[in-house]
């Protein structure tokens, strides 16, 4: 008997179950998929935003604004990169300057500090590359970049580290009421639990309905994006928005932590719950937009293009908390953008919903920090040889693009949460993320997953889902 | 650590540049190569055609790189394997690593760039679709069946007729996969005609040029590709499209000098071959760095690699040993009608040897001739039935041709009569 299981292994349940884990209890973390993070998580803008943007009071606004608050010193204790650049929405010749003053004073009514307008002349000293015909723009200063990959893993290991089970490829089907709390009847068997967290992304909806009346809606909002080499990366300095539709946030452009540089996102609302495919119209409108607010970039530095799936409320809120007919049963739903940013706070406040009314109490040797996989890219050279003395491996460069050593590939199939496909890899170190798109490393990645898991046929390696094995057979099978 | 001659990478340019500096006089060299052997990408090339210039006989890919290996240890030049060198700078101090030495520097007196060049992926084409296990660059997928030893597919869709596309469409289908067609987005084929033959015509695999895939489907794994007929714009024509199932789609989509490594040396690079700009000797405009092979512009054939490789050891040994003279007023190549690139694209005045020029031509020329003019000065030509953009054209220029002449040498296509 669990005391909490939370479902789903995406940014918002990696939040609570690292919040939860601060007190006793027996706790438990599924996630249907091979590795964590692998759904709306993955694939997003990438961006703490400081919290202008949500309508005041609104759960949303609140938890965006905290979050970013919790932010800094969460990436600091567990160790996940992240950049306070700033953020400008700037407005062109002609456009609706009362749009940027009205997200201005939504701003400051939400609580976000250092905000405020900026003429051409300083926006040209902050960014250097805006276009010729924007006049201003507001200036957000705590927006920062995140890598959602790794902030999704640290908070999960950390969670790890704490006592919470996590739970690869075990999907919920099935919750019922029982006088204890609830049954969960998964693909692997059935687990008992006081309370349920619904962290489901975009199937929180199907999981509500199974326990409450208030029927929940999530759709699939699309977004497509591209993504540039690292000679873009300096491109721009700040994330650039336009000024905000009915759609969404319009495309925005941003460097990333790692110093590539981002472009997107469309907003579609698709039928399909799986449907990440890019298409020509979306990718299309990116393209058309890449250079309205900031010059210079080449579209032959597009390393690749993917697709996003928001988990979007029409509501368009964050639903938090019990509905009023299933207690114990703890909604993160609506986890749209400011999703990202909102997590930490979103953690937050659900772990202590939750703790609230089962009655938990803090742990006394709670672990506070987490530590990353080295990073030789950034040691000085003493601290590399050091470690280089210590453990050769990472002395080896696998990946030649983002130059990740067999060391960092080796500690992230070994992490608390082993890396066990190539996208797992590829999430945690970077191996296959560069311009060649894993050309050159993929054979060799499979190779090490191979020789560390020996008893395991190379046909059994996946990119990420069951299913996406990359080897069929072998040559010369006939004669075998 | 301070060296005469630091050589980047370890394949057949940098094998073969080590072994003429050496034998131009030069000891102290050392090859530093990212892989656990030396060869290159020859390793992985265990289909035959090469060394038919150079050896004047048919070798296979490790055979190849095998014989320039053999030269190289009879000469006891060091190989440093494992070795990434992860900075140049432009007062030529080498940052490398590798497990065994561990992050250090050398102070090369030249360095010999021979990096090679890597595959276009898919993210560089952006085809819309899904992001499933099953889509390869050919040169991936011709390391996992020749060196692994797996299939990486069954039912086979090649986007691009590069050559290692070619080869890969009979390699794969010797293996049992069944290879369904290569499309090719331009009207002709960017692979060598021999490939064309042997590797597509010998087996029946359909070349459908003016092709290109405008979606891949499936979740997890290749389902199946949406291909279209392009027109004269490249663009898909709409209602052309037709849906093909297969697990599998290789790319050979092009190739692109790898010069991330140059660029920080301050190398200049040429907008068209994505290489180094370089003289007739080879060198770059950073003194003392020389460049050859597939980083400097993407050869078809290893026999030229070696041929350019051997003149920039050369070039590069002339250098640290002071035979190279003050350089003096230099001449233009230009690219006239019909050309893509040169390189070299400068040559000095007062060269003494013959020059060699490589180039390829833009687009599929038939009965013309590539003629070469000082101002309007017709100096030489040459007659073919075709020129193709696959294959590259070699011309020599003597010494006598450019003494006593002004002004730029300009190099074109044009129709015979």
Aim: with cysteine.
């Amino acid at each position: 008997m669990f005391d909490a299981v939370i479902i789903g292994g995406g940014i918002s349940g990696s939040a609570v179950a690292r919040e939860l884990s601060r007190y006793q209890g027996h706790f438990a973390l599924l996630e249907k998929e091979n590795d964590i993070g692998e759904g709306t998580t993955k694939a997003n803008s990438a961006i703490i935003h400081a919290g202008f943007d949500a309508a005041e009071g609104t759960l949303m606004a609140k938890m965006n604004v905290r979050g970013n608050l919790l932010t800094e010193k969460l990436a600091k204790d567990l160790s996940f990169p992240f950049k306070r650049i700033g953020a400008l929405v700037v407005c062109h010749e002609g456009d609706d300057r009362e749009g940027l003053q009205k997200l201005l004073d939504r701003g400051i009514a939400n609580g976000v500090e250092g905000l405020r307008i900026v003429e051409r002349e300083e926006l040209k000293e902050l960014e250097p590359n805006i276009a010729d015909d924007v006049v201003c723009a507001l200036y957000a200063p705590t927006s920062g970049i995140v890598c959602p990959f790794l902030m999704n893993i640290a908070l999960a290991e950390n969670a790890v580290a704490n006592g919470v089970e996590v739970h690869l490829q075990e999907k919920v089907e099935k919750i019922e009421k029982t006088a204890e709390g609830y049954r969960l009847t998964t693909s692997k068997g059935v687990i008992e639990t006081r309370a349920v967290i619904n962290a489901a992304g975009l199937y929180a909806d199907t999981l509500h309905n199974m326990v409450s009346e208030h029927k929940e809606e999530i759709i699939a909002r699309r977004g497509e994006y591209y993504l540039f080499d690292k000679d873009m990366g300096s491109q721009a300095r700040h994330t650039i928005f336009s000024l905000p539709t009915k759609m969404g946030k319009g495309i925005l452009i941003t460097p990333t932590v790692h110093g590539n540089l981002i472009a997107g996102p469309t907003a579609e609302d698709i039928p399909d719950k799986e449907d990440t495919e890019t298409t020509p119209e979306g990718l299309g409108k990116v393209r058309k937009d890449l250079s309205r607010n900031i010059t210079g970039i080449n579209t032959r530095s597009i390393i690749t293009t993917f697709a996003g799936l928001r988990a979007h409320r029409p509501q368009h809120e964050f639903l938090l908390g019990e509905p009023e007919d299933a207690p114990f049963f703890f909604d993160c739903l609506g986890i749209e953008s400011p999703g990202l940013s909102a997590a930490p706070a979103v953690g937050e406040y659900i772990a202590s919903l939750v703790a609230e009314k089962l009655q938990l109490t803090k742990k006394e040797d709670f672990i506070e920090t987490r530590e990353a996989i080295p990073d030789p890219k950034e040691m000085t050279p003493e601290e590399y040889n050091e470690l280089i003395r210590r453990e050769p491996a990472y002395g080896n460069i696998i990946c030649r693009c983002e130059r990740v050593s067999e060391g960092e590939i080796l500690a992230a199939i070994h992490s608390p949460i082993p890396a066990l496909t190539t996208d797992a890899v590829k999430r945690r170190v970077r191996a296959g993320m560069g311009r060649c798109q894993s050309g050159f490393c993929l054979p060799k990645v499979l190779e090490i997953l191979h020789r560390e898991f020996p008893e395991k046929p190379l046909s059994d390696f996946c990119k990420s889902g069951q299913g996406s094995a990359y080897i069929l057979g072998t040559v010369k099978e006939e004669l075998a | 650590m301070k060296k005469e001659i630091v050589i980047i990478g370890g394949g057949p340019a940098g094998l073969a540049a080590a072994v003429s500096a050496y034998d131009a006089g030069v000891r102290d060299i050392l090859i530093l190569e990212r892989d656990e052997t030396a060869g290159g990408i020859l390793n992985q090339c265990i289909h035959n055609g090469f060394g038919l210039h150079t050896f004047k006989e048919e070798l296979t890919g490790p055979e190849y790189a095998a014989r320039y290996l053999k030269m190289a240890q009879e000469r006891e030049i060091e190989i440093s394997l494992n070795t990434m060198v992860l900075d140049i700078s432009p007062e030529k101090t080498v940052t490398a690593v590798s497990p065994e030495r561990g992050l250090f520097t050398l102070e090369a007196e030249a360095v010999i760039l021979a990096m090679g060049c890597r595959e276009r992926p898919r993210g560089a084409l952006a085809i819309p679709g899904s992001r499933p296990a099953g889509v390869y660059t050919a040169g991936s997928a011709q390391r996992l069946v020749n060196i692994e030893g797996v299939l990486p597919g069954r039912e086979v869709v090649i986007l691009g007729s590069g050559d290692i596309g070619l080869i890969m469409a009979r390699r794969m289908t010797l293996e049992g996969a069944h290879v369904k067609c290569v499309a090719e987005l331009m009207p002709y084929s960017g692979g060598l005609k021999r490939n064309i033959v042997q590797c597509l015509d010998d087996f029946n695999i359909p070349l459908l040029l003016s092709h290109t895939v405008t979606a891949i489907h499936g979740k997890e794994r290749v389902e199946g590709i949406t291909l279209a007929e392009v027109g004269p714009d490249r663009m898909p024509v709409k209602g052309t499209e037709e849906y093909i199932p297969c697990d599998t789609l290789l790319l050979s989509v092009g190739l692109l000098p790898e010069n991330e490594l140059s660029k920080s040396a301050g190398v200049a690079l040429s907008p068209v071959t994505g290489g180094p700009v370089v003289d007739e000797t080879l060198e770059t405009n950073i003194e003392g760095v020389y460049a050859c092979g597939n980083v400097l512009h993407v050869h078809d054939l290893v026999d030229n690699v070696s041929a350019e490789a051997a003149k920039a050891g050369l070039s590069a040994a002339a250098y640290v040993q002071g035979k190279k003279t003050e350089k003096g007023d230099s001449f233009r190549i230009n690219c006239g009608r019909g050309v893509r690139y040169t390189v070299p694209s400068t040559v000095y005045r007062d060269e003494k040897e013959n020059v060699t020029i490589r180039l390829r031509v833009d687009n599929v020329y038939k009965n013309a001739s590539l003629n070469v003019y000082f101002g309007e000065e017709k100096i030489s030509g040459c007659k073919k039935n075709i020129f193709t953009p696959g294959e590259m054209e070699t011309l020599i220029l003597l010494p006598k041709q450019w003494q006593g002449r002004e002004g730029d040498l300009t190099i074109a296509l044009e129709d015979n009569a």
